[in-house]
């Protein structure tokens, strides 16, 4: 089905099971410990052997020597699989560092060898009897230091270019009368999900591989594994079923399912592979950190005239930067506006996505410097936001070109013109007030550090939140049976998010069955491709590819039963098939064998046409010790405005999740980095700190009625990261109304609180 003319009124509008908050349909295998996470799969097959992942001990060089024979000769052991033994390997379109190093060695932690024993232990017991002697070389391990390296790079990950500029910033911000330039910092934080990479692998004599894994996305996995093993693609087979948190972590091939593979070839087994906690942060992925300077210059009257935005980060050679920037160029008004991203290369893991990448560490950044400016002027940081609202796209402000093919244009104005101008929907407006308003926003006192409760300094802090939303293709399969089920088929996946239920919920909707009435299986490379999950586009994406196939099925019940499948009057509800003039029971369609029907949506250019984008507004009130130093935060409110929302109860979840993080981001995560040697030092859940519910005593999040045509047929857009977009920075603003101390350096830990001059009294 090709998406590519605004939504009309569909089948999904009558909303009797999309858009309620039905429970997730597998809660109850979660809750009662049954749904197959990948590391307790020990059913799908026979005799699986353990493999012990071994990382690298420096962080850049060469492997000099290793001694294999007393590895070798330990009880248990099957084999030990190292870069020597693997066979020539290629790499996966989507890893920077080779997964299996060696000789050469790209980073700490990098997987140097697998040892395949028949208990973990074994494999374990042998893995530390490996003599490896190094050849250390010298690495570049800071950032600050690496800060005047970088150069402007190549590509973004996202497509999106790495610079742009509109009117004269420099000359605007010179003239301006109230100005702002800051430089803030964002650390380098692990997603640390619950539950770790974990593979189980199988080979057939056939050469065939099937891999139990835990992955956000089956269809990259099962494309770069095959290029990484140099065999053809229809020759692994993926599933992923359940995944225990991902964000990000798990959405390219790791060294766990590469290593299960290569182990399972050597010891002629099934192997098991899981990364202990603490090789994660080192041997996986990463957010990296970033420096990003800020400038505004405003009139009086609190009118942005002047915006720029830089920010640094670095990676591994061939890598790309965080886009701390991006959010930026859309949020506010402003005549005059520069963006930049710079990146440098440096010697740590790899850094890639994390939750809301760019936009998470950049509204963390650009929401201080908003409140900054606003206190500049006097001005209430939620009315100043409202102020510099913009309804066009403020850094496209050329009128699109008529003609954009023409080869008359100039290159300026044919770039302008093939990129949005308008927001399918923009709402930020209306999430800052009804935000204000619901928080009680009106309590606030400007001046920091002038609320007290006992021994408390109390503070609120708002900041905007904005993420894309992104189209792509995503296929399903429908089935119904001669009982009247409904089967999808898709290899989406639900890494906590509630893929499961609102895919459920959309061809309930469709087929008009109740929800119990469905079936959903996910994760498995067999099925339809999806655009799996991923900045935030899953939810829209993945239930518009059902919605596809539903029509197909629709179409396919319509011609067994005699009706016209284009009359304008049909539906789908209570289990029947009918017209004004006419119905049948659903399952009659089904009387003579079942019926399937597979498609896809694919999208046209109304994300071009269409700046399509999700806004939101958050809010924080913390309390700070005033003996102590310690912040606590207290409430938090997010009013979201992302296109429909498929399940209120699901969505929620999502959004408070992030919340979480965000206060994860703001106050306690960062992954300390030893210089010297090379590496993320805290690289376990005990130095690693993460927020947990107790942490925070009152989280809410509202949802305003938005339905956005442009998005798909569901007409909803992503909003699970947007959650975290904006999160972090409402509580460092509440921080420093509470205190009066600015620190512009995440986590706000208490020594930076200090160093920047909180008064412990
Ligand atoms: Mo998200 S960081 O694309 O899983």
Redesign the pocket.
Known sequence: MKFDEPAGTNPIDQLKVVGRPADRIDGPLKTTGTAPYAHDRHDVVQNQAYGYVVGAAIAKGRIASMNLEAARAAPGVLAIVTADSAGRLDQGERNTARLLGGPEIQHYHQAVALVVAETFEQARDAAHRLKIRYAPAKGRFDLEAARDTATIPEKTGSGDPAETAVGDFEGAFRDSPVQLDQTYRTAYESHSMMEPHASVAAWDADGQLTLWTSN?MIAWTAQDMAKTLRIPRDKVRVMSPYIGG???GK?FLRADVLLAALGARAAKRPVKVSLTRALMPNNTTHRPATIQRIRIGAQRDGHITAIAHESWSADLPGGGPETAVLQTRALYAGAHRMTALRLAEHDLPEGN?????GEAPGLAALEIAIDEISEKLGIDPVAFRILNDTQVVPDNPAPPDPDKNSDQTAPEARLDAGRPRRFSQRQLVRCLETGAERFGWKRRRSKPGSVRAGHWLVGMGVAAAFRNNLLTKSAARVRLDRRGRVTVETDMTDIGTGSYTILAQTAAEMMGVPLSQVDVRLGDSSFPASCG????WGGNNSTAGVYAACTQLRRLVAARLGFDADASDLAFSDGEVRTASRSAPLMLATRDGPLEAEDAIEYGDLDERFQQSTFGAHFAEVRVDAYTGEVRVQRQLAVCAAGRILNPKTARSQIIGAMTMGVGAALMESLHVDTGVGFFVNHDLAGYEIPVHADIPHQDAIFLDEVDPMSSPMKAKGVA?LGICGAAAAVANAVYNATGVRVRHYPLTLDKLVQNGLAIA
């Open positions: 956000q991902g964000f990000g959405l996505a994390m939750r809301a990448p999950s991923g900045g935030q990261e």
